[in-house]
């Protein structure tokens, strides 16, 4: 495991999108924050909109607004797009971030995995080092950095919730063969609670991975589960 925070001497740039909701967007805004917060000088490259100052917290701003010298390149997206960074002569070392929840990488990533470019690869977990290794030999090392979690966003509460309620925040676009699992937390939750029982399950769609057309209603009728409530 490699430790960013250690990296004597060396600027972090994170290179990606903080504008959508997508897993790689908060990727970037978190990694970035939590960087910040133990005090590495990082900054972020990204798209700039008018009026972008008012969109972001002071900290994120502060961050999009910080100057890195000589830094460590971090992309946050699908191997396809790194030769956009490649082009651009100030980029010296070059470590993108690479997710994956299957257990094997499609093949055609090899050739910008083990690009000459490819510096190092930062990964989240185990998981990803075994998908990568079983598709292909990996030619840059591979340094393990888990997901971090911001305590800040969960709030405690003092009393508990009346009725006790499971919340899923989650993308669900190819109905029962969708990777999310949502249509499985679903079944799960019909078949262990009753009506009269003082629970609910809640589930925010990610639209961000829907297609157009995309209907929720279809979606669980085609599960064949009826009795749910869908909100906005």
Not at 100 to 114: A, L, Q, T, V
Not at 179 to 193: T, V
Request: glycine share 8%; hydrophobic share 40%; with cysteine.
């Amino acid at each position: 495991m490699i430790n960013l925070a250690t990296t004597s001497g060396k600027d972090i740039l994170i290179v990606g999108d903080v504008w959508g909701t997508s897993g790689y967007s908060q990727h970037v805004r978190g990694l970035a924050q939590g960087l910040f917060d133990i005090g590495v000088n990082v900054g972020i490259d990204c798209t700039r909109p008018d009026g972008w100052l008012l969109n972001v917290t002071p900290k994120l701003a502060k961050i999009m607004q910080a100057k890195t010298t000589n830094p460590i390149h971090v992309m946050i997206n699908q191997p396809q797009s790194w030769p956009l960074r490649w082009g651009e002569d100030d980029v010296k070392t070059f470590c993108p971030f690479v997710v994956w929840e299957g257990d094997k990488m499609p093949s055609y990533w090899e050739r910008f995995i083990n690009h000459e470019r490819t510096t190092a690869l930062f990964i989240p977990s185990k998981h990803v080092h075994d998908a990568l290794t079983a598709t292909f030999n990996v030619r840059p090392p591979i340094f393990i950095v888990p997901h971090g979690v911001s305590l800040e966003d969960f709030y405690y509460e003092k009393q508990a919730r009346k009725p006790f309620t499971f919340l899923c925040v989650k993308g669900w676009v190819a109905g029962e063969n969708d990777r999310s699992g949502i249509q499985y937390l679903i079944r799960a939750f019909k078949e262990e609670f009753h009506k009269d029982e003082s629970v609910d399950l809640i589930i925010k769609i990610n639209m961000q991975y829907a297609p157009q057309g995309w209907d929720l209603s279809k979606e669980v009728e085609k599960l064949g589960i009826s009795n749910m409530q869908e909100g906005r």
